[in-house]
Nanobody
């Protein structure tokens, strides 16, 4: 059974930092494309970043230069380091395991498995 469990969300002031973690079980992050998505309240889910099996990364324009996606293969864990947070980054953040064809598209329809989400709230 595949489980993706996020942690690290919370409330910060604008300009602050958070690092999200996603611990995977029943699924190996190393040979697969993994990503982060977010859903602001009342809005559609959107892609934030993904990282391919080769370590190549893709970012949404809105987070480039501020967010960094990475994975620790030994720990089987995906990370999202977020700095310079803005109020518009407020959302539920979801870890995702992507199909190979869904990698680099940052589209929800390419996702094979979802985590349960972790809330990030940025106050101005």
């Amino acid at each position: 059974q595949v489980q993706l469990v996020e942690s690290g969300g919370g409330s910060v002031e604008a300009g602050g930092s958070l690092t999200l973690s996603c611990a995977a079980s029943g699924y190996s992050v190393s040979p697969n494309c993994m990503g982060w998505f977010r859903r602001p309240l009342g809005q559609a889910r959107e892609g934030v970043a993904d990282i391919g099996a080769d370590g190549s990364t893709t970012y949404a324009e809105s987070v480039k230069g501020r967010f960094t996606i990475s994975k620790n293969n030994a720990e089987n864990t995906l990370y999202l380091q977020m700095i310079g947070l803005k109020p518009e980054d407020t959302a539920m953040y979801y870890c995702a395991a992507l199909a190979t064809w869904g990698c680099k598209q940052l589209r929800p329809y390419g996702v094979s498995y979802w985590g349960q989400g972790t809330q990030v709230t940025v106050s101005s």
